[in-house]
Each structure stands twice: as structure tokens, then as C-alpha cells.
């Protein structure tokens, strides 16, 4: 896939960026990820000493395809890392595997626009939620997916088991909500499929985002590869159940298998499908599993993240690492 982690690499030339860092007479360097502005951070760490800490997001899946001067780099550039800052367990479980000892990794820096999306999801109407449903003709268990149509998402693979589902006469539809290159590709899949309940709706303005979270029953991501999906934590603040692929970095923190949604593989259809069946079935839980992503996701706030990456700066600068 085109879009898939590792395919390029970009270290940007920033003038003046040194003397820039230097100027604010840093006790500390924070840096995202290994590449982009990060070298500039790890130079100094290097040549000046100032300890720094790496906020990192990636997992054993994202990096199954790292070439091997990738793996190399991470590993010597972790050498001269003070404390690591993940996104979450399998994270984590990465960057313990690149060399760095669990007692110099804190976790917990990724978070979503959680409480504004839900106090907005909340403020839409019972009428405005009919409206939108009748505009797009959605009709019984309502699955929606928000975010870009790219490959790497997976959706090709969630049509091909939905044409399973509508064949057996299912009440249910696909709200598709986003843009991108493989929108076409998708249509026609869609059309060639012979699909009556799929909706695709184009660009959604985020100010109007939380009117489809409010009028869903249920939030369906089918990446095929990703460190950390936004979308999810945003759907589970609007009390929405989550069916998450198992490809999603996020899944061990913020979905429960069969009490907040279901895990499934993207690439086995059978397994899709089943899930998309389960789901419906259990249409009675759905107001129950909402409000446990509301509860789940209320453990993962903006003051919890700054506090892990403030937790990992104060541990770099204790136990300043020698090499």
C-alpha cells in the first residue's frame, strides 16, 4: 500500500533551527518520533548533554516493514534517549523490544478532542438526529466510519463482508463520512457490489462532525494499519459501542471485547462479517456499551497526557542516561 508506515523518509532542513533551540537555554529537549525536527534534538543531546525525552507512537505492526537501516538508527538514536514517551501498551511493548528498559518509558501522551465533541454530541436535538438520518436515508442499526479513504483504512475489505450482510436482508446501514484518493474506487465498488445501504457523504466540516457521531449507533474502523486512531476516543466520548480493527494500535486501552465493542481482523471477511452480525444482535446493549466508552475514555484526558510527558522529563532529568 502507498501509504503504509516506513515508505519514506523525511529529515527537513531547517535554518537557524540550532542556534533557535539554543537561544531558549533548554534544560530539557522533547522530540517527536525519530525523524523530522527530532535530529536536531538528538545532535544536542549528544554534543551539549541536555537531556531528552522521545514521544513515540508506533508498535510492532506499524513497523513490521522497517528496513533494517530504520531499525538500526532507532536503536543507536535510543542509545542517547533519556525516557520515551508512548502512546499506549503496544507502543510500549515496541520500544522495550528497541532496547530501552521499562523503567525510562511512561505512557498515555496520545488524546482526542474529547469533552468538546461530547458536550456537542450531547446538544444535538432528537429532531436534528431524524433530520440527518432522512437526508441520508439511513435506516435501522446505523455503522459509521469517519475519517480519510485512503487504502491503508480498510474499507474495500468492510464493503466486500457488508455485501455479505446485506444478503442476508440485515437492517442496517453504512454511514461513510470523509474524503480521498480512493473515494472513486470505492464508489464503484459500491456500485459493482450492488450495495443499497452504503452512504458516502464527502467532507464533513469538524464543527458538524459530532451531528453523525450523535446520529450513529455504532463506530466501525477497519484500518489495516494504524498507531493510534483519534476517531476512536472521539466516538466513545459521543457513547458510541466500537467495533475496532485489530490492526488499530489503540485497542488494548479503549476497547473492551464485548463490553464497550468487538475486535476483529480486517482481512478475513468471515470474521468481519460475523462481527458486523454480533453487533446488530446486541442492539439492546448498545446504550450500556456507550456509556462504558464514556466511562473509559474519561480516563484518557489532555491533563493525563501532559502529565506522562512531564512524568518522562522529570525521570530524564533524574536519572540522566550515560552512554
Known sequence: MPDEANKNICVPYQPGLFKTIMDTHPDILVGDGFFQWTYAALLLRIGMGIPLVICYERWKHTERN?????KLYRKTALRFTDAVCC????????????GIPLERITTGHMVADTQSLALSSANVSSAEKSKLRMDWRLQGTVFLYVGQL????G???LL???AKLENTNADATLLIVGDGPAKRMLVNQKGCLGLKHVCFTGPVEYGRIAYYYAAADVFIIPTLEDNWS???PEAMACGLPILCSKYNGCWPELVRDGINGWIFDPLDSEDVFNCLKETIKSKDA??????????IIANHTPQKAAGAIYSACE???KNKHKF
Do not use: P
Not at 502512546?87 to 528497541?98: F, H, I, M, Q, V
Not at 446504550?287 to 466508552?293: D, H, I, V, Y
Open 155 to 157: 474499507i474495500a475489505h
Open 286 to 295: 448498545f446504550a450500556r456499551m456507550g456509556g462504558e466508552s464514556r466511562s
Open 150 to 153: 485512503i487504502e491503508r483504512k
Open 230 to 232: 483519534l476517531v476512536v
Open 87 to 98: 502512546n499506549g501498551k503496544l507502543s510500549c511493548e515496541y520500544t522495550r523490544s528497541l
Open 66 to 70: 522497517a528496513q533494517w537501516y530504520r
Open 315 to 317: 525521570m530524564a532529568l
Open 160 to 162: 466486500d463482508a457488508w
